[in-house]
């Protein structure tokens, strides 16, 4: 289980982030929805250990871990951008987070070929990043982080840059993928859908406090996180196409 409490962030004057908790049992996904500049990304930054709380704490498995470098936390940040080793194929860039701790490459072999089924990427493995697509390479950046299996996996709007259909096709092997690897996550999106696809639990960021849901109904009836508008746009539409017909 992943435990926040009162984590406070402040760069310069500005608060970013003021007296944010929650927990997040293991094995289960989060989604948080925000406007742009709200500090999800800030948010995600500290847990990975990639900058550092201006106070609260953070525990994983009853572990404060609020002072633990990013290696040593395990907790791996996934970006939209894919951040692939240019000069390593698409194997090695499976197997980079396994070599660098020292696996036996038996095991390597194994983990990486699973892998390579998991995505749907057989038969690329000895492509360079380079000769491979964007959603290609998107796969592989996704692969790359669950093969070492991270305690908590952070991903901070990684399909946004994707079109729908390849967007669709990430949601679908997340979600596979959450499962097989138990994954436990927190998946930061502006996507309202992707946000309820994704998340069994639901969270709104705003103004540097995060708000979370009980149900899907109360995320869904909460005007601040415009799933009411959004379902009121859609039942318009119907409506004005029902009344052409008629
Ligand atoms: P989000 O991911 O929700 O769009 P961010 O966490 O990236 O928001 O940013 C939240 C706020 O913190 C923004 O106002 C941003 O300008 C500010 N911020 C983020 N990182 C830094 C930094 N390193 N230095 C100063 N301000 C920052
Ligand atoms: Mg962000």
Redesign the pocket.
């Known amino acids: 289980m992943l435990k926040v409490e009162a984590i406070q962030k402040s760069?310069g004057e500005?608060t970013?982030l003021s007296q944010l908790s929650f927990t997040l049992p293991s094995e289960s996904v989060m989604s948080i929805l925000?406007r742009?500049?709200?500090?999800?990304?800030?948010l995600l930054r500290i847990l990975a250990g990639l900058e550092r709380a201006s106070s609260g704490q953070i525990f994983l498995e009853d572990q404060e871990i609020s002072h633990w470098t990013p290696q040593k936390r395990n907790i791996v940040y996934l970006y939209q951008e894919p951040l692939l080793f240019p000069h390593l194929n698409v194997f090695e860039n499976l197997a980079f987070g396994l070599r660098i701790r020292k696996n036996d490459p038996a095991l390597i072999h194994d983990r990486v070929h699973q892998m390579l089924k998991d995505l749907e990427l057989e038969g690329q493995d000895k492509k360079m990043p380079h000769q491979i697509s964007g959603g290609q390479r998107q796969r592989v950046n996704f692969g790359r982080a669950i093969i070492i299996e991270p305690r908590v996996l952070l991903l901070d709007e990684p399909f946004g840059a994707l079109d729908v259909e390849t967007r669709h096709n990430m949601q679908e092997l997340f979600q596979e993928l959450r499962v097989r690897h138990k994954m436990t996550a927190i998946f930061v999106t502006h996507d309202l859908k992707e946000a309820m696809l994704m998340g069994q639990r639901l969270a709104y960021?705003q103004q540097g406090h995060l708000k979370i849901y009980s149900d899907r109904s109360e995320f869904l009836t909460d005007p601040s996180t415009e799933a009411g508008r959004e379902i009121q746009f859609w039942e318009k539409m119907r409506e004005e196409a029902d009344k052409k017909r008629d």
């Open positions: 760069f500005e970013v925000g742009s500049g709200s500090g999800k990304s800030t960021m």
